[in-house]
């Protein structure tokens, strides 16, 4: 890029950094000030970190190994000065390049142990250090064959730029970026209190910028005491932001922290419904179950998730699924809500919650309001429920059965409730052993049974009413004598037959073998020799 004088970019900033590079050379004493400074520093920064009131410190040993390096190149190049000999010391130099290389890695650890909760793993430290080794490495090697210049004021200068430098600089590159991308991940994700110690790192880190272009342009002498004078602000600004708030702080209000000690899984969805973000729920239960996609669309994401736990929809609820998960039912609720700002939606926010024990109470209170409690089987709540969704053509023909207990009245008035509770309890038990299990049975009404068979035909509802009466048969008993019912059925040839039609006939032919039942045991004088023990004079 061209200015108006016609001089070019690069040139302007090269001359510029040889100008002040000279005027440093031109005054020897700083080279002494600027290290003896940088020592103070760092020996008060590891005397506070070590054995300051801010003990949180001590948990954060990145930083104190980034000013322990700072420390050891500020204190060679300090006695480099003094005793010129120094100059040709290869391993001082050695050393002072590998901590030159290595600071940027470090520095970058640094910031990720400010701003991250996560745990630095022994991969990742190597996989830093790699390209710092490499090079220095290189360089060492042409150390021991003089191939490089062994003046520590001169390690810095590049000829020009081989494959080592390309190299790192590359990785140089990329740390910085990383470091950026830490700081500006948990920037915006703070309070505005909270934001003064990341404005710290991400200021340090655009300096460490611009010394490493100088240094890259200029290949001066005076790049040495540059680049220790920037190891001392990095150092301060490090230490004022992990003071000003330490990584404790920065954790507790970062986004993705929250999210992952939430017991709830969390989706993020766009506008367009793909899944954009998630969380890892502290929920074991939940983290075990299908996990999202990027980009898989929501409903691709609830179908794998039924089909993973043989899932089921709750009648109740359509968000409401409920998974057979290691032989257990565990269910779970998904709960929708737009995200919106100003009036524009910008997507989704999906949370599913483990209802494991609130599934549990509903069936609970499901038994008790469906389950009539003396006879143990369905009650009227449960028949209602389940004849508003029978009428369908894949249970074509339905059969639709009526019992009704006989003499029931009789034995209440004669003998008691608790006798004729007995009565039903024994009916109910006949019905039990003798109704299929893919029919419907229920209690609907004080003495009256309705019987729902799916698939059925006379036949089969002969068989049946047969077979009840003959387990009637079965039952005698010394307080109210034989049981039996009155059995009436109509059947539902197509879905559009009215459910309340066929009921209503079925309820009718009942009625009539209930009066035929009557006529036939002669109503009352037959009654006397039914209830054992009964005193005739009382029948009437």
């Known amino acids: 890029m061209e200015d108006i004088t016609g001089i070019s970019f690069g040139r302007t900033l090269k001359v510029f950094a040889y100008e002040i590079s000279r005027l440093i050379s031109e005054s020897p004493w700083v080279f002494l000030v600027v290290p003896a ?81 996560k745990k630095i793993s022994i991969s990742t430290l190597i996989l830093y250090f790699v390209v710092p080794a490499l090079v220095s490495g290189i360089f060492i090697y042409g150390l021991i064959y003089n191939y490089h210049d062994t003046d520590i004021t001169q390690f810095f200068v590049v000829k020009h730029l081989d494959f080592m430098w390309a190299t790192y600089l590359v990785y140089l590159i990329c740390i910085i970026i990383k470091g950026y991308r830490l700081c500006l991940n948990v920037f915006y994700q703070m309070p505005r209190h909270m934001q003064d110690s990341t404005k710290l790192l991400i200021t340090a880190l655009s300096v460490t910028v611009v010394c490493i272009g100088i240094i890259v342009f200029a290949r001066t002498s005076g790049c040495l005491l540059l680049y220790l004078a920037v190891l001392v602000f990095i150092m301060i600004q490090s230490y004022r932001a992990f003071f000003r708030a330490s990584a404790a702080n920065v954790i507790a209000t970062s986004r993705q922290f929250v999210y992952s000690n939430l017991g709830t899984q969390i989706i993020i969805l766009s506008r367009k419904g793909r899944i954009l973000e998630w969380n890892d729920p502290k929920d074991d239960f939940l983290i075990r179950i299908v996990q999202p996609k990027y980009l898989q669309s929501y409903e691709e994401y609830r179908n794998k998730l039924i089909e993973f736990g043989s899932g089921t929809v709750s009648k109740h609820d359509s968000n409401a699924i409920s998974l057979m998960i290691d032989g257990r039912e565990r269910a779970i609720q998904i709960h929708r809500e737009p995200m919106q700002h100003a009036g524009k939606s910008f997507g989704e926010l999906i949370e599913i919650t483990e209802i494991t024990n609130i599934y549990d109470v509903l069936h609970q209170m499901e038994e008790i309001s469906h389950i009539d409690q003396l006879t143990g089987l369905l009650n009227r709540n449960a028949y209602i429920n389940y004849a508003r969704d029978i009428m369908k053509s894949e249970n074509m023909p339905l059969l639709i059965m009526i019992g009704d207990v006989n003499n029931l009245k009789v034995v209440n008035d004669l003998r008691g409730h608790l006798l004729g509770d007995r009565l039903l309890h024994d009916i109910a038990e006949v019905l039990k052993k003798c109704v299929p299990e893919r029919a419907f049975l229920a209690r609907i009404g004080g003495d009256e049974y309705a019987i729902l068979m ?43 037959d009215d459910y309340n039609e066929v009921f209503a006939e079925a309820d009718s032919w009942m009625y009539k073998r209930k009066k035929l039942y009557k006529e036939q045991t002669h109503a009352s004088k037959q009654l006397r020799g039914m209830l054992p023990g009964s005193d005739p004079n009382r029948l009437v």
């Open 37 to 117: 400074i940088g020592i103070l520093v760092a020996l008060f920064i590891l005397g506070r970190s070590i054995y300051g009131k801010r003990k949180l410190s001590l948990d954060n040993n990145v930083f104190i190994l980034f000013c322990v390096a700072v420390l050891i190149a500020l204190f060679i190049s300090l006695i480099s000065q003094f005793a010129g000999s120094f100059q040709h010391n290869k391993i001082l130099i050695a050393i002072a390049y590998l901590i030159f290389t290595s600071a940027p890695s470090i520095f970058c650890l640094h910031i990720w142990t400010q701003v991250s909760y």
């Open 454 to 496: 799916p698939n059925a035909n006379d036949e089969i509802a002969e068989s049946m009413a047969k077979r009840i009466e003959e387990e009637c048969a079965l039952i005698y008993d010394n307080e109210y004598g034989y049981v039996s019912m009155s059995l009436g059925w109509a059947i539902a040839t197509s879905t559009t």
